[in-house]
């Protein structure tokens, strides 16, 4: 959809049927110059008429159709607006038949789904589902001294939910995602009623602000253990016997360097756990630290040649019960070397 901000024209330039025409004029190559520097069409335009000055009547010559009644806000920053009183006439065409057809679709057609990809996915979770997701992040420590209208639990839901739905986690990303929610979700989640927007229900999502704090002060230890029971809850309860449990690390965009290193489990695909490693440091401590925490019992380990630790083996072995598969590169010589000489002493004990 495309807004059209004005079309005035002076009363000592009247014309019979001028507004009409130039507007038929305009709109015959709004798609086609849209598609030039967009890259897709145009399917409807709108625009608003201050009844208090104008009637749209060039509009309504123009086959316009006359939607309602705006209810009088205006946007005064960037997650909020502000009532003024002036109801503004809604006006919109269809620029092709069959357009709100297309719009009210789920999937845009192949021409259009440029357009699709820039914009945030929607929430697949039920209203019901969100209320159960919200259960297990009651117990998480809320910094903040002074009650706020966005329970946290309810902040963390909706990331959990936008990480699922593959949305880049800024806090303008997240914040988009929570305003495209449905009211029934954004009730589930207790999101505040908008009371001024009646005599339809309306709630208010969180801004950028509200995600820049959760992203900056929330212990991440306790939202790891909230979310590994969610997925028990989704999931049942993990068995390690007989699994195979493998470490990654990745640095964050935009972290000035900040690793995370990841367990997984390759037999489920579930996630087992992360660690932020420190400032200045390798992959090393980090795995160490997050192996504590891991249910290793019966389960093999793999990693890459990084983790060929002595510790690190200690660790999986006689604290977690586990074993290892590990590999081993010529940049360990001393290792590489027993290796070989171990694999030469015991060739002969084993049938071919």
């Known amino acids: 959809m495309a807004n059209n901000s004005r079309v005035l024209i002076l009363k000592k330039f009247h014309v019979p049927n001028l507004a009409s025409r130039l507007m038929k004029r305009c709109l015959q190559r709004l798609s ?54 002036q109801a503004k006439s809604l006006w919109a065409l269809e ?17 259009l789904q440029t357009v699709e990809q820039n914009h945030p996915p929607p ?10 997701m919200r259960g297990f992040f009651w117990g998480l420590t809320d910094w903040r001294t002074r009650k706020s209208e966005f329970p946290l639990s309810s902040l963390i839901a909706v990331s959990v939910c936008a990480l699922m739905c593959k949305v880049r986690l800024g806090q303008r990303d997240l914040a988009a995602f929570a305003a495209d929610l449905t009211v ?33 002060n929330l212990k991440s230890d306790q939202l790891e253990k909230a979310l590994l029971a969610w997925q ?25 360097g900040l690793q995370i290193v990841s367990a997984y489990s390759v037999r489920d695909g579930r996630w087992l756990g992360s660690e932020a490693g420190e400032k200045k440091s390798h992959e090393i401590p980090a795995v160490q630290h997050l192996l504590q925490r891991v249910d290793l019992e019966g389960s093999l380990f793999t990693a890459d040649a990084l983790h060929t630790q002595t510790k690190t083996a200690q660790i999986i072995v006689q604290d977690k019960g586990g074993d290892y598969l590990f590999t081993v590169k010529g940049n360990q010589k001393g290792v590489c070397e027993n290796v070989q000489q171990l694999y030469k002493g015991l060739s002969h004990a084993f049938s071919p």
């Not at 009730?187 to 992203?215: C, I, K, M």
Request: aromatic residues 10%; contains cysteine; proline residues 6%.
């Open 32 to 85: 086609q110059d849209w598609a030039g520097v967009y890259g897709h069409e145009v399917l409807i335009a709108e625009t608003f008429v201050d009844p208090q000055h104008f009637l749209g009547t060039c509009y309504k010559a123009s086959g316009w159709t006359l939607l309602g009644q705006t209810q009088g806000y205006k946007r005064s920053r960037l997650d909020f607006y502000q009532a003024h009183d």
């Open 95 to 111: 620029l092709r038949p069959g357009a709100r057809t297309v719009l009210r679709g789920r999937h845009l057609p192949q021409a």
């Open 123 to 132: 929430c697949e979770e039920s209203p019901e589902e969100l209320r159960k």
């Open 184 to 216: 029934d979700q954004m009730e589930a989640l207790g999101f505040p009623r908008d009371w001024t927007r009646r005599p339809h229900r309306h709630y208010r999502p969180p801004g950028e602000s509200f995600f820049f704090r959760l992203l900056s």
């Open 232 to 256: 028990d809850h989704l999931l049942g309860k993990r068995d390690p016997a007989g699994d195979q449990v493998s470490v990654d690390g990745k640095e964050l965009l935009n972290s000035q």
